[in-house]
DNA sequence: TCCGATTTGTTGTAATTACAACGGATTTTT
DNA sequence: AAAAATCCGTTGTAATTACAACAAATCGGA
């Protein structure tokens, strides 16, 4: 993937020139490497050009938990880079992978406006994404998580047949819950006619 | 509550001026007001000088839930401002409110750097306290849940002992779980003898 | 201080969910 | 094609939680 193709370098003049404003630095994990580790302050935001990376919190008290999966072209740590806060997690490359460092300060002052601008876009979407994971987890019981978050995908797609892009066990991972009884609410909800459903492609009636 | 004070211009040389380049505009609404309702565009970020309001989602198949609460100062709708989704969410005043609508368009271009870069850490900040919050309501149990969430309020105040910011109902709301389960989770714990707490002050062993 | 209102803890019950184990289906590898 | 691995639904059980109702404690005026 190249870098000025990055939404972060749409609309520039010169995407290069912007990018080189954010003193790039390209590096190399393996599969199994710590990116990043809790606790540390970092100044770069990663964004990871190939392969594949887990957001790992380390609990002291609890076992791991991945918070989260980053893909190809995904930016990550960028909200502790950019506010300046330590680290609360660690990032562990689950595949040989290929990472962008750019310099969060540059990004701050000094970076193109269009560059600048689309990374509060940016940040501004990475929100509402959240802020609608949390209105699913939120729910008081599966069935009305599973519920939320079927509407809110299908408001996405505009229409009532919809694949969601998880698996059942991601989908029970993003919505906070055990697997084995993901797929008991899935079929109560289908013996009720309220959504039928293949795989990962869903109808909501 | 004087706009030039915020968070937003913080670090300007001359913050009215930077104020003015937002296309600032004042309004007031009484208590009960809708400031904006889901499904418009909104062109405005919304800072709350004075009042209270609720972030309300109304969804077709389930009954009006609130997602969170905007006290005084903070932003609102910005991520919808900024992004150019359209609202999936109504805001409604809880008590009598000066609002400051600001230019979601400005801020992204012919802004002071200094105010765009202010609103990158502002939104870098949000995203970790969704990302926290995402992290406590995923986990599988709510002693789990209690449990992360008094870990993080330790680590951020650096003590065994602290306060947390809310009332047994907020903090049930926050961690999306009836209050009287969270009631009797708390005295487990404390009978256990892995915190103790008194009123919104706890101990954390 | 007294009263009313709000907040918090407790109890009981029904419903939900985690968890583990298993078997069938599907996919991938050899 | 066979074997291995992964994915998915089902089942049973124990634990957890929602929910409602109520009692105790706390708070805020009058």
Redesign the pocket.
């Known amino acids: 993937m190249k870098p000025e193709t990055l939404p972060l370098f749409a609309g520039t003049k010169d995407a290069k020139l912007a990018l080189l404003a954010l003193l790039p630095r390209k590096a190399e994990y393996p599969r199994g490497a710590r990116l990043l580790s809790a606790g540390e302050k970092c100044q770069s935001i990663g964004i990871l050009l190939s392969g594949g990376a887990d957001i790992v919190r380390e609990d002291a008290g609890g076992d791991p938990v991945t918070v989260a999966h980053i893909g190809q072209g995904e930016l990550f740590a960028e909200s502790f880079a950019c506010s300046g806060e330590p680290l609360t997690v660690s990032v562990v490359a689950t595949l040989p992978s290929l990472v962008l460092w750019l310099s969060a300060e540059r990004l701050l002052s000094g970076a193109e406006p269009q560059v600048t601008a689309n990374a509060l876009r940016l940040f501004a979407r990475k929100n509402l994404y959240l802020t609608q994971r949390i209105e699913h987890l939120s729910r008081?019981?599966?069935?009305?998580?599973v519920l939320s978050y079927l509407r809110s995908v299908r408001r996405a797609a505009g229409t009532n047949t919809f694949c969601v892009p998880f698996?059942?066990?991601?989908l029970?991972d993003f919505l906070?819950?055990?697997?084995?009884?993901?797929?008991?609410?899935?079929?109560?909800l289908k013996r009720k006619g309220v959504i039928d459903?293949?795989?990962?492609s869903f109808r909501l009636l």
């Open positions: 008081r019981t599966l069935e009305q998580k698996d059942r066990q991601g029970a906070g819950c055990d697997r084995s009884a993901l797929s008991a609410v899935l079929s109560k459903y293949h795989k990962n």
